[in-house]
């Protein structure tokens, strides 16, 4: 398993309107961004299988370092995906045999 961590925070100015207004946009955003970062590990990690699944934790921030408005997203990926039990796959794993 890769042993790289990172972190970061990001939104889309366009979204932004709807995610401080429509409750179903902050549940829908997080949603589909994760959804798709979960497609690009299961890609990029040799030998696993469709049904892997990944671990993630999103978190969000109504406000930014000054306290203004600013909703957006803190999430935690971890860079690779799981395989029914404790088997996991990396993105940095060498590709089965
Ligand atoms: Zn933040």
Not at 10 to 31: I, Q
Request: aromatic fraction near 10%; glycine fraction near 10%.
């Amino acid at each position: 398993m890769r042993s790289r961590v990172g972190a970061g925070s990001w939104c889309p100015k366009r979204l932004r309107w709807y995610l401080e207004r429509e409750p179903w946009a902050l549940s829908a955003v997080p949603h589909i961004f994760l959804r798709v970062i979960e497609r690009q590990l299961r890609q990029t990690s040799p030998g696993a299988s469709p049904g892997a699944r990944f671990g993630a934790v999103s978190v969000v921030h109504r406000f930014g370092a000054a306290l203004n408005r600013h909703v957006h997203f803190h999430c935690c990926v971890l860079d690779g995906v799981f395989e029914g039990g404790p088997t996991v796959r990396s993105s940095s794993d060498p590709p089965n045999p």
